[in-house]
């Protein structure tokens, strides 16, 4: 049982980057998936999460990033993305994907049970 987290990198402010998480010995799509990431100097805090628990997909978005950021699942790829747009130094961490069995889990870390490693997103000119 393994998340894999990609697509992190280096870009200018205003640039793109879509970071990949990739689950390997379970199904993703039976799983509330998440983007966390923590800042250097700073606590880990919640992105983005992507539920299907009610049957239908829910996604969930930090203020921060709303506009910006979209979540989506490919369950044909056991993937979950993480399209970020419109970057800002603000946005450099390092990016965590998490999954969760327990409803309605987001925003709060303690109820992701499954964590990848992380992928570091650097926003500088």
């Known amino acids: 049982v393994q998340l894999q987290a990609s697509g992190g990198g280096s870009v200018q402010p205003g640039g793109t980057l879509r970071l990949s998480c990739t689950a390997s010995?379970?199904?993703?799509?039976?799983?509330?998936v998440a983007w966390f990431r923590r800042a250097p100097g700073k606590e880990r805090e919640a992105v983005s999460c992507i539920d299907d628990s009610d049957g239908y997909s829910q996604y969930f978005y930090a203020d921060s990033v709303k506009g910006r950021f979209t979540i989506s699942r490919d369950n044909a790829k056991n993937t979950v993305y993480l399209q970020m747009n419109s970057l800002k130094p603000e946005d450099t961490a390092v990016y965590y994907c998490a999954a969760s069995t327990i409803y309605d889990p987001f925003p709060n870390e303690r109820f992701y049970n499954i964590w990848g490693q992380g992928t570091l997103v650097t926003v500088s000119s």
């Open positions: 010995g379970f199904s993703l799509g039976d799983y509330a």
